[in-house]
């Protein structure tokens, strides 16, 4: 029988370690490799440029590895319901491979082309790749529910086997035996299109500082464990002035897109570090990153609510405000605070932020002083940040405002003492907010305070050149202490004095075993925030002074004039999403909406 | 003939939610026929004690639709007890997410229910309409017996936008109608002192709470008052700068009940530039003397240069909390001069590691068990010493993970390990996410 395969290229944009790859062309006749996008869409969705440079790019290398072994990089317009139906009739399709998403709208996604392969007569394979372990596994290990601290995670981990070993690269003597021919005008059909298709205009290619594609992920990867060698010390390094910059080792927007194997990556720190230390065993600090990572996928990944507050039940409802004014102000880099505006600044402009300088805007946005949403932030972040995804971009803002994961939330970010921590010289300020250059070091994070004549000496006076801050952060941090307290207090039904003791701990991370067996109660995370070890320590007046009424709240609730629905100014009309090839999007309500449409339409046609 | 009737009851009933009235006139059709066949099992006839029972585990909303059913229903639905309680939530669709109480309902509880009222509580967002929605209902209340009154900006302070005579008369209706108020709540207010002398005058045989942290319409004098007149207070929120050594003398007066907890706040309006005054030893320990139980706490959101004044003699805190980064001079001086400490969380300091000033609060404040440090570097061998002098009596530990400077005694794990055995629990340091 002949096997006509297609690889459905979305994330794991690479041919090393790609299983799922390899199941293509497993015995096969033919091989295509795919991958399907909507340039009609594309330049109105809420993508920013740098992350459709680095996909392109990305996309470009793969063609180039491709050529070099024969074959080809199909660049499909479309989507992916009105795509397959098409590539399978015409190619005569009998296989089709991806790699498994973990995220709740891919799953969704997914069945419904496994389904509809189904009916063509294709078979499906689906491969694990993109994260080290399989999720389920973990979920399942931690009585059906995924865990919700780090620290359990760990646990969990530190059980498992290892991850499976790396696949090697796609060789030519593969490709030979299923090669197709590549007709003349392949160009004029798939090429990688250019960001002007796409509907950007007059970009420069100069600006990009992370250049998409496994080609340079893998000489990054060499780069990284070359500098990990020669410090020979695998603790986190500490943070300067140059952490903040963009390194030529960094690796998070290749693991992002796939263009670098989690595992490849897992495995070289693994033998560099036996190879360096003999006798130990890594702990799993070695792989920091990786499994925070691959935490936040675990969290999501039966969650399709991880990236709202409104029915998720492990976000705590916080009554932030909603003040788009000030939301674009932090988003452009326009606060008047030069710590986070040359964050902001760095992120618009090269796509990637240090994780601290992700923490300093995220508290300062949410509940350090803005007291605005963590989803606008998140939307921010997800047009912006390179290594956005959706489990991971979510998780983070929800750890980060505290909003979930049992945080203590006294562990405020400083605007002017972090960043003056951090690079006391100032240096960082003067690269990305160059009107502020000729400040002297004492006033850099806090111009305002600087004497007049300084402000005129240095050609900029704030409030006329630069903006005046936005806000007190001394009266704001004391307003959002009080209000974090009120909402947890509630939460831990805890009364006393105590700030720590208002966060409650959650029971897994007492127990001091893991247990095998799955008794537990259900198999949601429902109320996982609620189970909280905490007896009222102290009982006071104050018990009866601010009764806490349930009841009226969830009267109001449904008596209420048409609901508030969460639409910050940042968020993208639902439609304009279409444009970013599907795998990549992030919000679920209008994705769905989007499948059921473009189904109806498609049979409609026929 | 059963049927119409009961439509007549419900349609001429005022009963809530008025704007409900196809929910209504469905579920009467509904249930009418049957009613009207086998009268014996209606349920309309459970007694009223039954019916309130299980409207107790009702909320609003489904309480509100059940009283649409029946006359009966109807009627325990305006039962007294089930209007003692309510939250009053304010919110602009423009400014917040949340919800707000129907003003159809607002409307039905000012007239029906207003002298049932006894803890009620106001959420505004940060709009200013929305504090003064409050204001207007707060004036409302004329007929009633409140106990608590809690004012709750759940955004940004917006009563403060409120312009103050509103805020005033609004509040002042609610001081001269209850007269047996025992617990305010009126953080960042415009409330002023002579609204202040109206509550003390109609409220000081019952006033037992007072919090009004950052009302800074209110003079040291006017704080004074009502320290002088309500004898039963018992706890009390303010800001440093109403703070006074009167005040203290005046809590710890022979007539005065044992006061339990003090919650000063100590912000300085223009950062950098305010001075503060200093209390004196002796009022601290007459207020100790005479409650010897009393939780001080102290919130400071000061720059570190104006931490001087503090705790420069011995100060009975037990709870602080630093906004801002602390000199090592400061947290010096608090392991020195504060041996009632209980708690203590610092979210940042200077340059120099804390080592010795956290073994010092260790050695000598011998009742902390609750520490939190942000973003304060110490080394693994300081804070392990700090533990080790601590001990068991740590129910709280908290310090992030990168702040921790690994030395030649420990790294992370054996700071990890070594911790747990010193606290007999399973201990990790605070982790943010590396990505």
Same mark, same amino acid.
């Given at each position: 029988?002949?096997?006509?395969?297609?690889?459905?290229?979305?994330?794991?944009?690479?041919?090393?370690?790609?299983?799922?790859?390899?199941?293509?062309?497993?015995?096969?006749? =033919?091989?295509?490799?795919?991958?399907?996008?909507?340039?009609?869409?594309?330049?109105?969705?809420?993508?920013?440029?740098?992350?459709?440079?680095?996909?392109?790019?990305?996309?470009e290398d793969l063609d180039t590895s491709l050529r070099k072994l024969?074959?080809?990089?199909?660049?499909?317009?479309?989507?992916?319901t009105d795509v397959f139906p098409r590539l399978f009739k015409e190619?005569?399709?009998?296989?089709?491979?991806?790699?498994?998403?973990?995220?709740?709208?891919?799953?969704?996604?997914?069945?419904?082309?496994? &389904?509809?392969?189904?009916?063509?007569?294709?078979?499906?394979?689906?491969?694990?790749?993109?994260?080290?372990?399989?999720?389920?596994?973990?979920?399942?290990?931690?009585?059906?529910?995924?865990?919700? =601290?780090?620290?359990?995670?760990?646990?969990?981990?530190?059980?498992?086997?290892?991850?499976?070993?790396?696949?090697?690269?796609?060789?030519?003597?593969?490709?030979?035996?299923?090669?197709?021919?590549?007709?003349?005008?392949?160009?004029?059909?798939?090429?990688?299109?250019?960001?002007?298709?796409?509907?950007?205009?007059?970009?420069?290619?100069?600006?990009?500082?992370? &250049?998409?594609?496994?080609?340079?992920?893998?000489?990054?990867?060499?780069?990284?464990?070359?500098?990990?060698?020669?410090?020979?010390?695998?603790?986190?390094?500490?943070?300067?002035?140059?952490?903040?910059?963009?390194?030529?080792?960094?690796?998070?927007?290749?693991?992002?897109?796939?263009?670098?194997?989690?595992?490849?990556?897992?495995?070289?720190?693994?033998?560099?570090?036996?190879?360096?230390?003999?006798?130990?065993?890594?702990?799993?600090?070695?792989?920091?990153?990786?499994?925070?990572?691959?935490?936040?996928?675990?969290?999501?990944?039966?969650?399709?609510?991880?990236?709202?507050?409104?029915?998720?039940?492990?976000?705590?409802?916080?009554?932030?405000?909603?003040?788009?004014?000030a939301l674009a102000k932090w988003a452009e880099g326009r606060t008047?605070?030069?710590?986070?505006?040359?964050?902001?600044?760095?992120?618009?402009?090269?796509?990637?932020?240090?994780?601290?300088?992700?923490?300093?805007?995220?508290?300062?946005?949410?509940?350090?002083?803005?007291?605005?949403?963590?989803?606008?932030?998140?939307?921010?972040?997800?047009?912006?940040?390179?290594?956005?995804?959706?489990?991971?971009?979510?998780?983070?803002?929800?750890?980060?405002?505290?909003?979930?994961?049992?945080?203590?939330?006294?562990?405020?970010?400083?605007?002017?003492?972090?960043?003056?921590?951090?690079?006391?010289?100032?240096?960082?300020?003067?690269?990305?907010? !160059?009107?502020?250059?000729?400040?002297?070091?004492?006033?850099?994070?806090?111009?305002?305070?600087?004497?007049?004549?300084?402000?005129?000496?240095?050609?900029?006076?704030?409030?006329?050149?630069?903006?005046?801050?936005?806000?007190?952060?001394?009266?704001?941090?004391?307003?959002?202490?009080?209000?974090?307290?009120?909402?947890?207090?509630?939460?831990?039904?805890?009364?006393?004095?105590?700030?720590?003791?208002?966060?409650?701990?959650?029971?897994?991370?007492?127990?001091?075993?893991?247990?095998?067996?799955?008794?537990?109660?259900?198999?949601?995370?429902?109320?996982?925030?609620?189970?909280?070890?905490?007896?009222?320590?102290?009982?006071?007046? =104050?018990?009866?002074?601010?009764?806490?009424?349930?009841?009226?709240?969830?009267?109001?609730?449904?008596?209420?004039? !048409?609901?508030?629905?969460?639409?910050?100014?940042?968020?993208?009309?639902?439609?304009?999403?279409?444009?970013?090839?599907?795998?990549?999007?992030?919000?679920?309500?209008?994705?769905?909406?989007?499948?059921?449409?473009?189904?109806?339409?498609?049979?409609?046609?026929? | 003939?059963?049927?119409?009737?009961?439509?007549?009851?419900?349609?001429?009933?005022?009963?809530?939610?008025?704007?409900?009235?196809?929910?209504?006139?469905?579920?009467?059709?509904?249930?009418?026929?049957?009613?009207?066949?086998?009268?014996?099992?209606?349920?309309?006839?459970?007694?009223?004690?039954?019916?309130?029972?299980?409207?107790?585990?009702?909320?609003?909303?489904?309480?509100?639709?059940?009283?649409?059913?029946?006359?009966?229903?109807?009627?325990?639905?305006?039962?007294?007890?089930?209007?003692?309680?309510?939250?009053?939530?304010?919110?602009?669709?423009?400014?917040?997410?949340?919800?707000?109480?129907?003003?159809?309902?607002?409307?039905?509880?000012?007239?029906?229910?207003?002298?049932?009222?006894?803890?009620?509580?106001?959420?505004?967002?940060? $709009?200013?309409?929305?504090?003064?929605?409050?204001?207007?209902?707060?004036?409302?209340?004329?007929? $009633?017996?409140?106990?608590?009154?809690?004012?709750?900006?759940?955004?940004?302070?917006?009563?403060?936008?409120?312009?103050?005579?509103?805020?005033?008369?609004?509040?002042?209706?609610?001081?001269?109608?209850?007269?047996?108020?025992?617990?305010?709540?009126?953080?960042?207010?415009?409330?002023?002192?002579?609204?202040?002398?109206? *509550?003390?005058?109609?409220?000081?045989?019952?006033?037992?709470?007072?919090?009004?942290?950052?009302?800074?319409?209110?003079?040291?004098?006017?704080?004074?008052?009502?320290?002088?007149?309500?004898?039963? *207070?018992?706890?009390?929120?303010?800001?440093?700068?109403?703070?006074?050594?009167?005040? *203290?003398?005046?809590?710890?007066?022979?007539?005065?009940?044992?006061?339990?907890?003090?919650?000063?706040?100590?912000?300085?309006?223009?950062?950098?530039?305010?001075?503060?005054?200093?209390?004196?030893?002796?009022?601290?320990?007459?207020?100790?003397?005479?409650?010897?139980?009393?939780?001080?706490?102290?919130?400071?959101?000061?720059?570190?240069?104006?931490?001087?004044?503090?705790?420069?003699?011995?100060?009975?805190?037990?709870?602080?909390?630093?906004?801002?980064?602390?000199?090592?001079?400061? *947290?010096?001086?608090?392991?020195?001069?504060?041996?009632?400490?209980?708690?203590?969380?610092?979210?940042?300091?200077?340059?120099?590691?804390?080592?010795?000033?956290?073994?010092?609060?260790?050695?000598? $404040?011998?009742?902390?068990?609750?520490?939190?440090?942000?973003? $304060?570097?110490?080394?693994?061998?300081?804070?392990?010493?700090?533990?080790?002098?601590?001990?068991?009596?740590?129910?709280?530990?908290?310090?992030?993970?990168?702040?921790?400077?690994?030395?030649?005694?420990?790294?992370?794990?054996?700071?990890?390990?070594?911790?747990?055995?010193?606290?007999?629990?399973?201990?990790?340091?605070?982790?943010?996410?590396?990505?």
């Amino acid at each position: 029988m002949v096997v006509n395969s297609v690889h459905w290229f979305r994330k794991g944009l690479r041919l090393h370690d790609n299983p799922a790859l390899q199941e293509a062309l497993n015995g096969a006749d =033919t091989v295509r490799c795919v991958y399907i996008l909507d340039p009609w869409f594309a330049g109105s969705a809420n993508v920013g440029v740098n992350r459709w440079r680095f996909l392109l790019e990305s996309l470009e290398d793969l063609d180039t590895s491709l050529r070099k072994l024969n074959s080809r990089l199909f660049v499909v317009r479309g989507q992916p319901t009105d795509v397959f139906p098409r590539l399978f009739k015409e190619w005569h399709i009998t296989r089709l491979t991806f790699e498994y998403d973990s995220e709740p709208y891919g799953k969704e996604r997914d069945g419904a082309i496994i &389904k509809m392969a189904q009916e063509f007569g294709v078979e499906t394979m689906v491969q694990n790749s993109h994260t080290l372990f399989n999720l389920d596994k973990i979920i399942e290990m931690n009585n059906n529910r995924p865990p919700l =601290t780090f620290k359990r995670f760990q646990a969990i981990v530190s059980r498992l086997e290892l991850p499976k070993k790396p696949l090697p690269t796609i060789t030519p003597e593969q490709m030979d035996s299923c090669r197709i021919k590549i007709a003349d005008n392949h160009d004029e059909h798939y090429s990688v299109p250019s960001l002007e298709e796409l509907g950007f205009k007059n970009v420069s290619q100069a600006d990009a500082v992370w &250049k998409g594609g496994e080609t340079e992920a893998l000489e990054r990867l060499n780069k990284h464990l070359d500098r990990k060698a020669w410090v020979a010390n695998f603790e986190r390094p500490r943070i300067n002035m140059m952490s903040l910059l963009a390194s030529p080792t960094g690796l998070s927007p290749y693991l992002r897109f796939g263009c670098l194997s989690c595992r490849v990556f897992y495995y070289n720190l693994r033998e560099l570090y036996l190879q360096l230390r003999k006798r130990c065993s890594p702990p799993l600090s070695l792989y920091g990153q990786l499994l925070w990572r691959e935490f936040f996928y675990t969290a999501a990944t039966n969650n399709p609510n991880f990236d709202r507050m409104e029915s998720n039940p492990i976000c705590v409802q916080i009554p932030w405000d909603h003040n788009p004014e000030a939301l674009a102000k932090w988003a452009e880099g326009r606060t008047g605070f030069p710590w986070i505006d040359a964050i902001m600044t760095q992120l618009r402009q090269e796509g990637w932020i240090h994780h601290l300088a992700r923490h300093a805007v995220a508290c300062f946005l949410t509940r350090g002083d803005l007291w605005i949403s963590w989803e606008c932030g998140m939307k921010v972040f997800e047009e912006l940040l390179l290594d956005a995804d959706w489990s991971v971009n979510a998780g983070s803002w929800m750890w980060l405002s505290c909003s979930a994961f049992f945080q203590q939330f006294f562990h405020c970010y400083c605007p002017v003492g972090f960043g003056r921590r951090t690079d006391p010289s100032g240096d960082y300020i003067r690269r990305y907010i !160059p009107k502020l250059k000729d400040y002297p070091n004492r006033y850099i994070y806090e111009p305002w305070n600087a004497p007049e004549s300084v402000q005129k000496a240095a050609n900029c006076v704030v409030g006329v050149d630069y903006p005046k801050p936005m806000i007190n952060h001394a009266e704001s941090s004391r307003l959002n202490i009080e209000r974090m307290k009120q909402v947890y207090q509630q939460l831990s039904h805890y009364r006393g004095l105590s700030l720590l003791a208002s966060v409650p701990t959650i029971q897994e991370e007492v127990e001091p075993s893991l247990s095998d067996d799955s008794q537990a109660s259900g198999s949601s995370t429902t109320g996982a925030m609620l189970k909280c070890q905490r007896t009222t320590t102290t009982t006071m007046v =104050t018990t009866e002074a601010t009764p806490t009424v349930v009841t009226s709240s969830a009267a109001t609730t449904a008596i209420a004039a !048409p609901a508030t629905v969460m639409r910050p100014a940042v968020s993208a009309q639902p439609q304009r999403k279409r444009g970013w090839p599907t795998e990549l999007q992030s919000t679920q309500g209008c994705s769905q909406s989007k499948v059921q449409h473009i189904s109806k339409s498609s049979t409609s046609q026929e | 003939m059963m049927k119409r009737a009961r439509v007549n009851i419900t349609s001429k009933c005022q009963g809530f939610p008025s704007a409900d009235g196809r929910i209504k006139r469905q579920k009467t059709e509904l249930l009418g026929p049957f009613l009207a066949q086998r009268p014996a099992e209606d349920w309309g006839n459970l007694p009223h004690h039954v019916v309130l029972q299980i409207f107790q585990y009702l909320s609003l909303v489904d309480r509100a639709r059940a009283s649409s059913v029946c006359r009966r229903w109807n009627e325990v639905f305006h039962i007294p007890d089930l209007w003692r309680r309510f939250e009053f939530e304010l919110n602009q669709p423009a400014t917040s997410y949340l919800k707000s109480t129907h003003p159809d309902l607002i409307q039905q509880i000012i007239k029906r229910h207003a002298q049932h009222l006894q803890y009620v509580s106001f959420k505004v967002d940060s $709009c200013t309409e929305s504090a003064e929605a409050a204001c207007n209902i707060l004036s409302q209340l004329v007929n $009633c017996t409140i106990k608590t009154l809690g004012l709750i900006s759940t955004a940004r302070p917006s009563f403060m936008d409120v312009s103050q005579s509103h805020f005033v008369s609004a509040l002042t209706v609610v001081f001269v109608n209850s007269k047996s108020l025992s617990s305010i709540k009126i953080d960042d207010t415009p409330v002023d002192d002579p609204s202040l002398k109206v *509550l003390v005058a109609n409220n000081s045989d019952t006033l037992k709470l007072l919090k009004m942290s950052s009302c800074p319409h209110v003079s040291p004098a006017g704080i004074l008052c009502v320290a002088d007149q309500c004898h039963g *207070l018992r706890e009390l929120a303010l800001n440093y700068h109403l703070l006074s050594d009167e005040l *203290l003398l005046a809590l710890s007066s022979e007539k005065h009940v044992h006061l339990e907890h003090l919650r000063i706040d100590v912000v300085s309006e223009n950062p950098g530039q305010t001075h503060f005054h200093a209390i004196k030893r002796s009022s601290w320990e007459a207020l100790v003397s005479h409650s010897p139980k009393v939780n001080i706490v102290m919130y400071f959101f000061l720059e570190e240069e104006e931490f001087e004044p503090f705790f420069r003699e011995e100060t009975p805190v037990t709870h602080l909390y630093f906004g801002r980064a602390v000199s090592k001079d400061m *947290l010096g001086r608090i392991g020195l001069n504060c041996p009632r400490l209980v708690e203590l969380v610092v979210c940042a300091n200077g340059l120099e590691p804390l080592d010795e000033e956290l073994i010092r609060i260790a050695e000598r $404040c011998k009742n902390l068990t609750a520490i939190g440090l942000g973003e $304060c570097e110490v080394t693994c061998s300081g804070f392990m010493e700090f533990v080790k002098k601590c001990g068991g009596r740590l129910t709280q530990l908290s310090i992030m993970e990168e702040v921790l400077i690994p030395d030649n005694s420990y790294n992370m794990e054996q700071v990890h390990s070594e911790v747990s055995k010193h606290l007999g629990r399973l201990w990790y340091p605070d982790m943010m996410p590396t990505w």
